[in-house]
Nanobody, 116 residues
Framework: QVQLVESGGGLVQPGGSLRLSCAAS????????MRWYRQAPGKERELVAG????????NYADSVKGRFTISRDNAKNTVYLQMNSLKPEDTALYYC?????????WGQGTQVTVSS
């Protein structure tokens, strides 16, 4: 049974930091590229960051470049999103996604709220 379980979300003040985790099971994690998406109320889901299966290449949305860092630990079947210098506009439900060719798996999401 495939599972992606996100954690680490919460309420943080502007300028603060959070580290999201996504624990995977039920599939060969090291063969899948991983992505973090987010969706704010009333907005479409957007791609935040991605990392290749071996972790050798990453990409980021322009809105988070220089503030967010995606990483993975294939020994722990986990992908991370370190979020620094958080802004109110980063408030959203954050999802992790596993992708390989045409196969996609999704987690249930973890809420991040940036507010003073």
């Amino acid at each position: 049974q495939v599972q992606l379980v996100e954690s680490g979300g919460g309420l943080v003040q502007p300028g603060g930091s959070l580290r999201l985790s996504c624990a995977a099971s039920g599939f060969t994690f090291s063969r899948y590229a991983m992505r973090w998406y987010r969706q704010a109320p009333g907005k479409e889901r957007e791609l935040v960051a991605g990392i290749t299966s071996a972790g050798g290449s990453t990409n980021y949305a322009d809105s988070v470049k220089g503030r967010f860092t995606i990483s993975r630990d294939n020994a722990k079947n986990t992908v991370y999103l370190q979020m620094n210098s958080l802004k109110p506009e980063d408030t959203a439900l954050y999802y992790c996604n596993a992708i390989r060719v045409s196969q996609h798996y999704w987690g249930q999401g973890t809420q991040v709220t940036v507010s003073s």
